[in-house]
């Protein structure tokens, strides 16, 4: 069974950053970021493939980047400029199949880590 652990979450001002960080015990296909606010169903935000392949949701685009290790071990998140309704609790996932933002495409999943935005 793959392990996945998130850790970097928080709480910043209005157009602040923060980095999550998530590492598997075994790297996927496609590793990727999904985010789930209270009362809302959860979301693809980023992922990234084996080859480098990068995936973003259009209302992170530009501001969000997506990274991992040569390993594929280690995935980074860096959030820039961000909003209010960034907040959410953010998973990271492992998906051993074709890669996107689909959750149904990810296997292994995190317990998710907490980002909260406001002033």
Known sequence: Q???????G???QPGGSLTLTCIVSKP??????????PGAE???VASISSGGSRYFVEFVR???????DNAGTTLIL??????PEDSALYYCAAGFGRCGLRERDFTAWGQGTQVTVGS
């Open 10 to 12: 928080g709480s910043v």
């Open 78 to 83: 860096q959030m820039n400029k961000l909003r």
């Open 28 to 37: 996927g296909n496609c590793m990727g970021w999904f985010r789930q606010a």
């Open 62 to 68: 530009g501001r969000f980047t997506i990274s991992k």
């Open 2 to 8: 793959v392990q996945v652990v998130e850790s970097g």
């Open 42 to 44: 959860r979301e693809g």
